[in-house]
T-cell receptor
Framework: EAGVVQSPRYKIIEKKQPVAFWCNPI?????LYWYRQNLGQGPELLIR????????DSQLPKDRFSAERLKGVDSTLKIQPAELGDSAVYLC????????????FGPGTRLTVL | QKEVEQDPGPLSVPEGAIVSLNCTYS??????FMWYRQYSRKGPELLMY????GNKEDGRFTAQVDKSSKYISLFIRDSQPSDSATYLC??????????FGTGTRLTVIP
């Protein structure tokens, strides 16, 4: 069974530039999460989707971050414009129906903003 | 005060040692207690979890929860170099909301 797929794995951009991350969850997993993990810290939730609906985006900085999950499968997280403090690893996770707390994580996208 | 406190380490032990990793938490509503393992430059992977207080064993790993003292532990017996990773505790109320600790970085020296 294929795991959670994320791309790109690494991204280096200059501040004020836009950037986008893509996630393909495990087949059949209806819940999808985006997390941000700063160096030496645990992951922090940015947004959670149930199918195509964003059910928890309270921690998403909406002035510069946006996300979408069209058709309830793949998802894209965007930052525009990026700031120096956005440098982090962006993790996508998915969970199967009935077991939302057993989350499966992708390898993450390591973003460096210069 | 953070919801979950975890000593970041780093922790270095010789191969074969028993390792104890710990977290404390403040939210009495936490019911499930997850442990994730994260290798360098990889995403976290679910190692095991327990429900409410008590112990759960899975091979060389034992998870322990004491809700009266709000204390979570993960024990690794006969530690191996392949156990070298960061271990993250992540309690949850069961409402789809994991609260991750900062993680403890473990190195097992051959």
């Amino acid at each position: 069974e294929a795991g959670v797929v994320q791309s790109p794995r690494y991204k280096i951009i200059e501040k004020k530039q836009p950037v986008a991350f893509w996630c393909n969850p495990i087949s059949g997993h209806n819940t999808l999460y985006w997390y941000r993990q700063n160096l030496g810290q645990g992951p922090e939730l940015l947004i959670r989707y149930e199918n195509e609906e964003a059910v928890d985006d309270s921690q998403l900085p909406k002035d510069r971050f946006s996300a979408e999950r069209l058709k309830g499968v793949d998802s894209t997280l965007k930052i525009q414009p990026a700031e120096l403090g956005d440098s982090a690893v962006y993790l996508c996770a998915s969970a199967p129906p009935g077991a939302p707390d057993t989350q499966y994580f992708g390898p993450g996208t390591r973003l460096t903003v210069l | 005060q953070k919801e979950v406190e975890q000593d970041p380490g780093p922790l270095s032990v010789p191969e074969g040692a028993i390792v104890s990793l710990n977290c404390t938490y403040s939210n009495s509503a936490f019911q499930y207690f997850m442990w994730y393992r994260q290798y360098s430059r990889k995403g976290p992977e679910l190692l095991m979890y327990t429900y409410s207080s008590g112990n759960k064993e899975d091979g060389r790993f034992t998870a322990q929860v004491d809700k009266s003292s709000k204390y979570i532990s993960l024990f690794i017996r006969d530690s191996q170099p392949s156990d070298s990773a960061t271990y993250l505790c992540a309690p949850t109320t069961g409402a789809n909301n994991l609260f991750f600790g900062t993680g403890t970085r473990l190195t097992v020296i051959p």
